[in-house]
């Protein structure tokens, strides 16, 4: 998946998705793009090209210049003012609406008020054209239109704000430029019945993907949207689509800052596709709240789960965008956000901005990656655990993204220190870890209509056979017993006010579960350091046909609190995967005798929340082929 950047810049990120046998899925799996607001500066505009045969991401503002020479509506060249006279707008727009409903609107009165609406809404005017750069691959030349190229769309999208606001969803701009309209045939296709999204950058987006992919789901959240394609070669793979969105600027209702989020089932896989756009600026404070703002993105954007954030519920995550975090040599490389105020004195630097710019400029300039990532604050809060806990990204061989002056290929400017502020990460499943490959991480200097860089990442993804779901015991070929022993905690939070806790687990997860029900252990009184006998664990048992399909299944530990007066208090999760019990045995799957010993870091919207321990046992009846041992 990809990575976006602030003040608008492009990013783009592509993931193929294949198997083996009969079990091979098509190797184009989806586009994804996204496009979203500037950072520091709203107003600053870019623009972004991808072309790529898979899940590809693009990002760019819709707030470019005006078109050489054009005379623009004067309600749409108020609202290119909005930082000096927003309310102008409010009043332009509420006064042609009033003489509208009174019967006394003229055309020009009627369309100022179009224009006025959809700036209030953020619309604004079409960009310009994309650029030419491409950032992942260029697109294969459009096939002419068949009867069996007619596009369709996956799922119903929510109506978005402007589309209402707008009467149409469409710009006045866009609709007035009929040079810069797309043939159906060159476009990723909408189901019939169905509008497109009203956004003014979605048709260059959709004639860039091309007609051999159609728009999965889109959602947008003020100037941000995030709009997934999927093959159509592999849209009959497509089990459900779901999309959220949260917002993380004042008061945390602003929607200047936040994320947009989808999640879709491929053939039973889950992949979720995070795009954000986090609090800006160098200080503590600014990196504290971009710290906070992470968490909130995953509490607020829950699509499936009662408890269990993207994360838990997610078999690939891609969480992507202008995350803001900054290099900072100021201070050690062991300090983070939440390192107290008297060690973060400790070997800091008394520089001024200027000085702090050169030292880092210097670093920049031998090309030394590894000493600038040393000091970049996301991954010093990552390896804290402090957000996003677990995640994972490529390495950055290039120059930091941000901030760059426009018009020229990569030229830092001293405005800002020199930061990788556009980022590209991911988090699989423990078993579904192995099944996803890197295969480019990557800057994209040639685009220049921005004060950033873009950043696009490619990745490999192997999908399994689709997973049938569990059923009771003998109601399939093979009745699974599921055993852990030995399990225990350490390093929970207190949640009582006497400083400790009560701390039981569920084993939960619906692929070993019928119906998702869940089993738990028993409650522990007043620790933070859990240990449970192997008699106070229950042991789980299902049903399915095909025993080798245990080496696709994941099963998840959640730790609450126990609280008799009201419902318990969710501590974190786990996820353990079944294929580690399993040897490798090219025969056929072997469960291993002894076990899988265990441990694994337990987190809560990305925030590290203890860890568990535990030794993960498999047992399977009738064993005429004795293909596991038995306890």
């Given at each position: 998946?990809?990575?976006?950047?602030?003040?608008?810049?492009?990013?783009?990120?592509?993931?193929?998705?294949?198997?083996?046998?009969?079990?091979?899925?098509?190797?184009?799996?989806?586009?994804?793009?996204?496009?979203?607001?500037?950072?520091?500066?709203?107003?600053?505009?870019?623009?972004?090209?991808?072309?790529?045969?898979?899940?590809?991401?693009?990002?760019?503002?819709?707030?470019?210049?005006?078109?050489?020479?054009?005379?623009?509506?004067?309600?749409?060249?108020v609202?290119?003012k909005?930082?000096?006279?927003?309310?102008?707008?409010?009043?332009?727009?509420?006064?042609?609406?009033?003489?509208?409903?009174?019967?006394?609107?003229d055309?020009?009165?009627?369309?100022?008020?179009?224009?006025?609406?959809?700036?209030?809404?953020?619309?604004?005017?079409?960009?310009?054209?994309?650029?030419?750069?491409?950032?992942?691959?260029?697109p294969?030349?459009?096939?002419?239109?068949?009867?069996?190229?007619?596009?369709?769309r996956?799922?119903?999208?929510?109506?978005?704000?402007?589309?209402?606001?707008?009467?149409?969803?469409?710009?006045?701009?866009?609709?007035q430029?009929?040079?810069?309209?797309?043939?159906?045939?060159?476009?990723?296709?909408?189901?019939?019945?169905?509008?497109?999204?009203?956004?003014?950058?979605?048709?260059?987006?959709?004639?860039?993907?091309?007609?051999?992919?159609?728009?999965?789901?889109?959602?947008?959240?003020?100037?941000m949207?995030?709009?997934?394609?999927?093959?159509?070669?592999?849209?009959?793979?497509?089990d459900?689509?779901?999309?959220?969105?949260?917002?993380?600027?004042?008061?945390?209702?602003?929607?200047?800052?936040?994320?947009?989020?989808?999640?879709?089932?491929?053939?039973?896989?889950?992949?979720?596709?995070?795009?954000?756009?986090?609090a800006?600026?160098?200080?503590?404070?600014?990196?504290?709240?971009?710290?906070?703002?992470?968490?909130?993105?995953?509490?607020?954007?829950?699509?499936?789960?009662?408890?269990?954030?993207?994360?838990?519920?997610?078999?690939?995550?891609?969480?992507?965008?202008?995350?803001?975090?900054?290099?900072?040599?100021?201070?050690?490389?062991?300090?983070?956000?939440?390192?107290?105020?008297?060690?973060?004195?400790?070997?800091?630097?008394?520089?001024?901005?200027?000085?702090?710019?050169?030292?880092?400029?210097?670093?920049?300039?031998?090309?030394?990656?590894?000493?600038?990532?040393?000091?970049?604050?996301?991954?010093?809060?990552?390896?804290?655990?402090?957000?996003?806990?677990?995640?994972?990204?490529?390495?950055?061989?290039?120059?930091?993204?941000?901030?760059?002056?426009?018009?020229?290929?990569?030229?830092?400017?001293?405005?800002?220190?020199?930061?990788?502020?556009?980022?590209?990460?991911?988090?699989?499943?423990?078993?579904?870890?192995?099944?996803?490959?890197?295969?480019?991480?990557?800057?994209?200097?040639?685009?220049?209509?921005?004060?950033?860089?873009?950043?696009?990442?490619?990745?490999?993804?192997?999908?399994?056979?689709?997973?049938?779901?569990?059923?009771?015991?003998?109601?399939?070929?093979?009745?699974?017993?599921?055993?852990?022993?030995?399990?225990?905690?350490?390093?929970?939070?207190?949640?009582?006010?006497d400083?400790?806790?009560?701390?039981?687990?569920?084993?939960?997860?619906?692929?070993?579960?019928?119906?998702?029900?869940?089993?738990?252990?028993?409650?522990?009184?007043?620790?933070?350091?859990?240990?449970?006998?192997?008699?106070?664990?229950?042991?789980?048992?299902?049903?399915?046909?095909?025993?080798?399909?245990?080496?696709?299944r994941?099963?998840?530990?959640?730790?609450?609190?126990?609280?008799l007066?009201?419902?318990?208090?969710?501590?974190?999760?786990?996820?353990?995967?079944?294929?580690?019990?399993?040897?490798?045995?090219?025969?056929?799957?072997?469960?291993?005798?002894?076990?899988?010993?265990?441990?694994?870091?337990?987190?809560?919207?990305?925030v590290?929340?203890?860890?568990?321990?535990g030794?993960?046992?498999?047992?399977?009846?009738?064993?005429?082929?004795?293909?596991f041992?038995?306890?």
């Amino acid at each position: 998946s990809s990575s976006s950047s602030s003040s608008s810049s492009s990013s783009s990120c592509t993931s193929n998705t294949e198997g083996d046998g009969p079990a091979a899925v098509p190797t184009s799996a989806g586009a994804a793009a996204c496009a979203t607001e500037g950072g520091e500066n709203e107003e600053e505009a870019a623009t972004a090209a991808a072309g790529a045969d898979c899940l590809t991401v693009w990002r760019a503002d819709d707030q470019p210049p005006s078109d050489e020479g054009a005379e623009p509506a004067d309600a749409a060249e108020v609202c290119h003012k909005k930082k000096k006279g927003f309310s102008r707008v409010k009043s332009k727009m509420k006064s042609a609406l009033h003489r509208a409903s009174k019967g006394e609107a003229d055309a020009a009165d009627t369309e100022a008020a179009a224009a006025a609406a959809a700036a209030a809404e953020g619309g604004d005017v079409e960009p310009p054209p994309l650029a030419s750069h491409h950032l992942a691959r260029a697109p294969a030349p459009a096939p002419a239109a068949t009867p069996a190229d007619e596009p369709r769309r996956l799922s119903e999208r929510a109506g978005s704000r402007r589309s209402v606001s707008a009467k149409g969803g469409r710009s006045p701009r866009a609709s007035q430029n009929s040079e810069r309209e797309f043939p159906t045939n060159q476009m990723a296709g909408v189901r019939p019945g169905t509008e497109a999204p009203s956004h003014a950058f979605y048709p260059q987006l959709a004639a860039q993907v091309g007609p051999t992919f159609e728009l999965a789901e889109a959602v947008e959240l003020g100037e941000m949207a995030l709009f997934v394609f999927v093959s159509r070669a592999m849209a009959p793979l497509v089990d459900s689509v779901r999309h959220s969105s949260e917002a993380t600027g004042i008061a945390n209702v602003m929607a200047n800052k936040g994320a947009c989020a989808v999640q879709l089932s491929l053939r039973g896989t889950v992949f979720s596709f995070v795009s954000c756009h986090l609090a800006a600026h160098q200080d503590l404070e600014y990196l504290q709240r971009r710290v906070a703002d992470c968490k909130s993105v995953f509490k607020g954007t829950r699509l499936s789960h009662r408890y269990l954030d993207l994360t838990g519920t997610s078999d690939h995550l891609f969480f992507f965008g202008d995350l803001n975090f900054r290099v900072d040599m100021t201070v050690s490389a062991a300090c983070c956000s939440t390192t107290p105020s008297k060690e973060r004195e400790v070997g800091a630097k008394k520089w001024d901005h200027d000085q702090h710019w050169k030292e880092v400029k210097a670093v920049v300039d031998t090309a030394n990656w590894q000493q600038l990532m040393a000091y970049d604050q996301l991954r010093k809060e990552i390896s804290a655990g402090n957000c996003l806990c677990g995640f994972a990204e490529g390495d950055y061989n290039f120059s930091p993204t941000f901030k760059v002056l426009r018009e020229v290929q990569m030229q830092h400017i001293t405005q800002r220190i020199p930061s990788y502020c556009d980022r590209v990460l991911w988090k699989s499943f423990p078993g579904a870890s192995k099944y996803l490959q890197v295969q480019d991480l990557y800057s994209a200097p040639d685009i220049m209509t921005s004060d950033h860089k873009p950043v696009g990442s490619v990745f490999q993804v192997k999908v399994p056979p689709h997973l049938s779901p569990p059923r009771p015991p003998g109601k399939g070929k093979w009745t699974v017993t599921l055993r852990l022993t030995n399990l225990s905690c350490d390093g929970l939070p207190a949640m009582d006010a006497d400083g400790s806790s009560d701390p039981f687990v569920k084993l939960v997860g619906s692929q070993v579960l019928p119906d998702d029900a869940a089993c738990k252990t028993k409650v522990k009184k007043n620790t933070l350091t859990p240990r449970w006998s192997d008699d106070e664990v229950p042991p789980l048992k299902f049903a399915v046909d095909d025993v080798s399909s245990l080496g696709w299944r994941h099963l998840k530990l959640a730790v609450f609190d126990n609280d008799l007066l009201r419902t318990s208090d969710f501590i974190g999760f786990a996820v353990v995967s079944l294929a580690d019990a399993l040897t490798d045995d090219p025969s056929g799957h072997e469960a291993k005798a002894e076990g899988f010993p265990f441990h694994y870091d337990l987190t809560r919207f990305g925030v590290l929340r203890g860890r568990i321990y535990g030794t993960l046992r498999l047992h399977a009846e009738p064993g005429a082929k004795k293909r596991f041992a038995v306890f």
